[in-house]
């Protein structure tokens, strides 16, 4: 079980973790960065995970991570790109249990953890099948009886699909051309092996089936075999299916070939000290491979790189020269010393061994199915967050104010005193009343405080950072009406004086909107946003936006005088809500934390 934590811009690596042995008594937990080893407290899945992850995300010091994605193995017919999980996809990976009893059940495992640990973030599921759901019917069609494919939905799904479109993408900008111009044969060669066929952008042959047991010769899957051989054995053996399905999982491929490993070193040692099962073993590997070069050139009509990639084609030239030998007739010319000069790193990810003259690429390319599954889960939240940036929201600005009860204003004006209105605000029923008081800090006082009506169910006293400086105190930023536990402050009117014990905020900025602005938009109540502001001479993007929703809203986003300062928006120190020139434009939804 591997995870990490990427920092999808950049690339970087931020944490990495894997657990070997799980389903031992005590498990092994391994950081990268860590030289140590750590043993889980159980053995499964779950407990490892539950005990893993916090550790890993304790790495992050604090920050946090914005989404999850998951590598699901088998996403069927239903998956043509990654997905957000919800409840109906999870059912779906479930159900596809059938056709990956190995891999779709830990896969679910996972997400329900990870769901469990982080209620609240995005969880996106990568499937190694929706890469190849472009395949063409007559490629993806068995030679079996119309109605047994059609009931147990039988027909070639293909699987390392992340790897093989994150290295075709990283061929076309090794060879500054674009995707949709080349047609690329992929080779993942890792334990698992598969090759692809990448026609202009897209996968139109794959040597793995229904199953990840077809194609290629594998560290413990022989790959394509008669399927007679099975009928043979099993009469002649006694064999019952679980018998098969061990040999064919777990007994076949290069070790069942050399009798000694599933290991592709262990292998090219052996052979080169003379072991015939072993030198058997790399020339079939090769020899299938080879095969499937030829054969993936002609469904596309030829072919512009090859690319080799996974832990054996990254590192093992001498696969590499096996393979791409002998391959002048369509255009493969190999540079020996280029090949054998290899050295892959995350900082040199590809490298090319053609020969100058050779009219097809050859490039070993470091696979990176993180990165991948980190970039297409960012892709995914993104679009999920994307907003409706039209219409352009109006900006007011909110100079420092006050809100009082009716009994706060009788002990300032006097009993039965009613506020009195000199001008509307933007907001329906709001106004700027003719009444201001003086505030009184610590420090110093600040006069002609403007009182916003009608009067409210709490005293509130909205003020910017540099009010705060200026009269003394220090204010949470919070939304309207949240006062617990915030400071107090003495308020003087012409009549009475008055000590409030909490109120003084220093407001969120936020933007008002009814439910059919939300809608338009696709935010709602709650959520936080980005949104830039345009004013001409110092645009500005300001993230940790409110979004407040009513019918008795208008659109209209509120900062206060230091933001607009900051955004060099006009004001007149008088009045409470201001209109200004400036328009906002709503930029993305952020995850709730
Ligand atoms: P997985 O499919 O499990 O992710 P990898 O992509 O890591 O596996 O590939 C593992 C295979 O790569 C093993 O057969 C291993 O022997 C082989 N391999 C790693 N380094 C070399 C090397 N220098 N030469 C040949 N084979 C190598």
């Known amino acids: 079980m591997k995870a990490e934590i990427i920092e999808n811009v950049s690339g970087k690596r931020i944490a990495e973790m894997s657990i070997d042995r799980i389903a031992d008594q005590k498990p092994v937990l391994k950081f990268s960065d860590e030289d140590k080893t750590t043993e889980c407290p159980e053995s499964g899945h779950e407990s490892c995970l539950k005990f893993a992850?916090?550790?890993?995300?304790?790495?992050?010091?604090?920050?946090?991570?914005?989404?999850?994605?998951?590598r699901v193995v088998h996403g069927g017919s239903k998956f043509a790109q990654?997905?957000?999980?919800?409840?109906?996809?999870?059912?779906?990976?479930?159900?596809?249990?059938?056709?990956?009893?190995?891999h779709n059940p830990a896969n679910?495992?996972?997400?329900?953890?990870?769901?469990?640990?982080?209620?609240?973030?995005?969880?996106?599921a990568i499937f190694d099948t929706s890469f190849h759901q472009t395949l063409p019917t007559r490629a993806h069609t068995y030679a079996l009886p119309k109605a047994l494919?059609?009931?147990?939905?039988?027909?070639?799904?293909?699987?390392?699909?992340?790897?093989?479109?994150?290295?075709?993408?990283?061929?076309?900008?090794?060879?500054?051309?674009?995707?949709?111009?080349?047609?690329?044969?992929?080779?993942?060669?890792?334990n698992g092996a598969s090759v692809c066929a990448i026609e202009y952008g897209r996968s139109v042959e794959t040597s793995m089936g229904l199953t990840p047991l077809e194609g290629l010769v594998m560290g413990t899957r022989g790959g394509d075999i008669d399927p007679g051989i099975l009928l043979h054995i099993a009469r002649e053996e006694g064999m019952s299916i679980d018998d098969l399905d061990k040999l064919l999982n777990k007994e076949s491929g290069l070790k069942g070939l050399s009798g000694h490993s599933n290991d592709m070193r262990d292998i090219i040692d052996k052979a080169a000290n003379g072991n015939e099962d072993c030198r058997l073993a790399l020339l079939v590997f090769a020899h299938r491979l080879r095969k499937y070069i030829g054969a993936y050139a002609a469904v596309m009509g030829g072919a512009d790189a090859i690319v080799f990639t996974g832990g054996i084609g990254e590192n093992s030239n001498v696969v590499r020269q096996r393979v791409t030998q002998r391959m002048e007739y369509m255009g493969v010319l190999t540079d020996e010393d280029l090949n054998n000069d290899i050295r892959l790193s995350e900082e040199n990810p590809f490298a090319f061994f053609n020969a100058s003259n050779s009219r097809v690429k050859l490039l070993a390319i470091k696979t990176d199915e993180e990165k991948a599954i980190a970039a297409e889960t960012a892709r995914i939240i993104n679009e999920g967050n994307k907003v409706n940036t039209v219409p352009v929201i109006p900006i007011a600005i909110s100079a420092r104010h006050l809100h009082l009860t009716q009994e706060s204003v009788e002990m300032l004006f006097g009993t039965g005193y009613k506020l009195s209105e000199k001008a509307p605000l933007s907001q329906p029923g709001q106004f700027a009343a003719n009444e201001t008081v003086t505030v009184v800090g610590p420090k110093n006082s600040i006069e002609r405080v403007r009182i916003l009506g009608p009067c409210r169910e709490l005293n509130q006293l909205e003020i910017s950072r540099t009010d705060e400086f200026f009269i003394g105190i220090d204010a949470p930023?919070?939304?309207?009406?949240?006062?617990?536990?915030?400071?107090?402050?003495?308020?003087?009117?012409p009549n009475g004086e008055l000590t409030l014990k909490e109120g003084v905020i220093c407001a969120w900025r936020h933007i008002h909107m009814t439910p059919d602005?939300?809608?338009?938009?696709?935010?709602?109540?709650?959520?936080?946003?980005?949104?830039?502001v345009k004013n001409g001479a110092r645009p500005l993007t300001f993230g940790n936006v409110?979004?407040?929703?009513?019918?008795?809203?208008?659109?209209e986003m509120h900062i206060d005088t230091d933001e607009a300062n900051a955004a060099e928006l006009s004001q007149n120190a008088e009045g409470a809500l201001l209109h200004t020139e400036g328009t906002a434009t709503l930029l993305k939804k952020n995850l709730k934390h």
Do not use: W
């Not at 550790?55 to 998951?70: E, F, P, Q």
């Not at 930023?477 to 009117?493: Q, W």
């Open 477 to 493: 930023v919070r939304a309207s009406g949240k006062v617990e536990n915030t400071p107090g402050i003495k308020i003087l009117g």
């Open 53 to 70: 992850l916090p550790l890993l995300i304790a790495k992050l010091g604090g920050d946090t991570i914005s989404g999850i994605g998951h």
């Open 108 to 124: 679910l495992k996972g997400i329900r953890i990870a769901r469990e640990i982080f209620p609240a973030l995005a969880q996106v």
């Open 149 to 190: 494919r059609e009931k147990h939905g039988i027909r070639r799904f293909g699987f390392h699909g992340s790897s093989h479109q994150y290295v075709a993408n990283m061929a076309a900008k090794a060879m500054n051309s674009e995707l949709k111009d080349l047609r690329i044969i992929s080779c993942h060669l890792g």
């Open 82 to 102: 990654p997905t957000l999980i919800d409840a109906e996809v999870e059912a779906a990976i479930e159900k596809l249990i059938a056709l990956a009893p190995l």
């Open 517 to 532: 602005d939300a809608d338009v938009f696709g935010v709602e109540e709650g959520d936080i946003v980005e949104v830039e």
């Open 546 to 555: 409110l979004i407040r929703v009513s019918p008795k809203f208008k659109l």
